[in-house]
């Protein structure tokens, strides 16, 4: 599904997925999309089961990251299944980030 998304002119793409993904921010959703890892953001675009594009800034609480869970201040987001990508690659470089 990648699709250009607009990114600020001091943002860079670390890495990228596209899969089966939940996210909790006091609602739980399930979406099928893109998630990319930015030096600012992760930044999710999903077509199904509705359209929704939702940036989680770097600039809240960031927590250890458990299996597959990546979390960013209230946002908890499971990659539940990748059809592309390397999730282990995604998930090393969202480790390792310095924001």
Do not use: C
């Amino acid at each position: 599904m990648k699709r250009n998304t607009s990114i600020q002119h001091d943002e860079n793409i670390i890495s990228s997925i596209t899969g089966l993904m939940e996210s909790f921010n006091g609602t739980y959703n399930v979406h099928f999309g893109d998630l990319l890892l930015t030096n600012k953001r992760l930044y999710l675009v999903g077509k199904k089961p509705i359209n929704i594009e939702e940036s989680l800034w770097f600039d809240g609480e960031e927590r250890n990251i458990i299996q597959s869970t990546l979390i960013v201040g209230e946002h908890y987001i499971k990659i539940k299944w990748e059809s592309s990508g390397n999730l282990v690659n995604f998930i090393n470089a969202y480790r390792h980030l310095n924001v």
